[in-house]
């Protein structure tokens, strides 16, 4: 399963997009590349019945925003995601390749600003 599969199914199981849950997660005081596993998963279980893997996808969001590692992009293995920008906003607003919107390259919704997320609270000049 992609990466991006994972945050896919988080949002068919909850009901909250990736972006709606780094907004509880900050509320929490979990964000930041020093976040601990273990408190979030512990309230990620508690709370909305996530198990240890999809939990940990959204551990990775809480600390390192929307990047992921190249190694699967463009590969043909069953881990394979098709960009190394994951998009937050929510499967149904994903824009889909050749359909006049812009590629979730940036990940950001239309209406912030143009710099793009690289961690959770922090963006690039």
């Known amino acids: 399963m992609s990466f991006q599969a994972y945050l896919d199914n988080i949002e068919d199981k909850t009901g909250l997009t990736p972006r709606q849950f780094i907004e509880l997660a900050k509320e929490r005081g979990f964000e930041g590349p020093t976040l601990k596993a273990g408190p979030v998963l512990e309230w990620l279980k508690e709370d909305h019945g996530l198990g240890r893997g999809h939990g940990m996808a959204l551990v990775h969001i809480f600390k390192n925003g929307a990047k992921i590692s190249d190694k699967h992009v463009g590969?043909?293995?069953?881990?394979?995601?098709?960009?190394?920008?994951?998009?937050?906003?929510?499967?149904?607003?994903?824009?889909?390749?050749?359909?006049g919107r812009r590629t979730p390259a940036v990940n950001q919704p239309e209406s912030s600003c143009s710099a793009p997320v690289t961690a959770v609270g922090t963006q690039t000049p």
């Open 75 to 99: 590969s043909d293995g069953t881990h394979r995601d098709d960009s190394d920008a994951l998009w937050l906003d929510g499967k149904n607003n994903r824009p889909r390749p050749g359909r």
